[in-house]
């Protein structure tokens, strides 16, 4: 597992902040609306001091907290490492399956702990499995709509596992060492030296945001899971090659940046 750099490499929290929003979906309209699920023996989660109320994993009448969209293999229970502590498992429709946990909550905020929980699911989904990523915060109101999602918008689903299979996100930002000079002016590297050699190595890259003048470039790259080892070999090469240049290295994510699906009123929506 490769950890998330320090400085200038924005936190999570503001990470999911900037790109999704927290949401709920009714079963008829599509539109956000507080969950309606009923309640029975509250359990005490084992992450934190109070206890909520939550159904056993697979209720039918409990809300559904989607996490991804994965190929089908078999029936499959992860453990209880969802939101709130609940058990992660899968709802099957022909060769997809959507990866949930039950809830009660029809919202949920966009904290640090909870993107922490939300992200780890993914990473390990990502262990065995092409992952095709749900937004922060998607909240179904039952299985029976997340089945009729999957059914309905299939050949979609099936082009953007396609498009990430068997790969990974992975961040690279270049910082110009302050010690060394002010500005990425200043420093007079050309971004597309070092990227060109990361480039090659991966699928597919795009760009974000220079949110810093020390920034020389925020990239993310798509990677083949059997090529993370020698990508991140590349980036190790690199920082000897320029010393002025401080490299942050993140992930592997889920590929947000390349393909990543939302709950809107039309049903799933792709971005």
Same mark, same amino acid.
């Given at each position: 597992m490769i950890e998330r750099g320090s400085g200038l490499d924005a936190d999570s929290t503001a990470r999911w902040q900037a790109r999704y929003e927290t949401r709920s979906v009714n079963e008829v309209s599509g539109k956000a609306s507080p969950s309606t699920a009923k309640v029975v023996e509250p359990i005490k989660i084992d992450d934190g001091s109070r206890v909520v109320e939550i159904k056993n994993a697979g209720d039918t009448e409990s809300g559904k907290y989607l996490y991804s969209i994965i190929p089908y293999r078999e029936e499959v229970e992860f453990g209880k490492i969802g939101m709130l502590g609940a058990e992660v498992y899968v709802i099957r429709c022909n060769d997809l399956a959507g990866v949930i946990s039950d809830t009660v909550n029809g919202e949920y905020e966009l904290t640090e702990a909870n993107v922490k929980r939300h992200d780890e699911v993914l990473?390990?989904?990502?262990?065995?499995?092409?992952?095709?990523?749900?937004?922060?915060?998607?909240?179904?109101?039952?299985?029976?709509?997340?089945?009729?999602?999957?059914?309905?918008?299939?050949?979609?689903? *099936? /082009?953007?596992?396609?498009?990430?299979? %068997?790969?990974?996100?992975?961040?690279? !930002?270049?910082?110009?060492? $302050?010690? &060394?000079?002010?500005? *990425? /002016?200043?420093?007079?590297?050309?971004? %597309?030296?070092?990227?060109?050699?990361? !480039?090659?190595?991966?699928? $597919?890259? &795009?760009?974000?945001?220079?949110?810093?003048?020390?920034?020389?470039?925020?990239?993310?790259?798509?990677?083949? !899971?059997?090529?993370?080892?020698?990508?991140?070999?590349?980036?190790?090469?690199?920082?000897?090659?320029?010393?002025?240049?401080?490299?942050?290295?993140?992930?592997?994510?889920?590929?947000?940046?390349?393909?990543?699906?939302?709950?809107?009123?039309?049903?799933?929506?792709?971005?």
């Open positions: 990473r390990h989904l990502l262990e065995s499995y092409t992952v095709l990523p749900a937004e922060f915060g998607t909240v179904l109101q039952s299985r029976r709509v997340l089945a009729r999602l999957l059914k309905k918008a299939s050949d979609h689903i *099936r /082009e953007g596992l396609r498009l990430v299979e %068997d790969s990974v996100e992975l961040g690279v !930002k270049a910082v110009v060492r $302050k010690e &060394v000079v002010d500005t *990425r /002016e200043d420093a007079g590297v050309k971004p %597309d030296e070092i990227l060109g050699s990361l !480039k090659c190595l991966a699928v $597919k890259s &795009v760009s974000g945001d220079l949110f810093s003048d020390r920034l020389i470039f925020n990239e993310s790259f798509l990677v083949k !899971k059997e090529g993370l080892a020698t990508f991140s070999k590349g980036v190790e090469k690199l920082r000897s090659t320029y010393p002025m240049v401080r490299l942050l290295y993140s992930g592997p994510w889920a590929p947000y940046n390349f393909v990543h699906i939302r709950i809107g009123k039309d049903g799933i929506e792709f971005k």
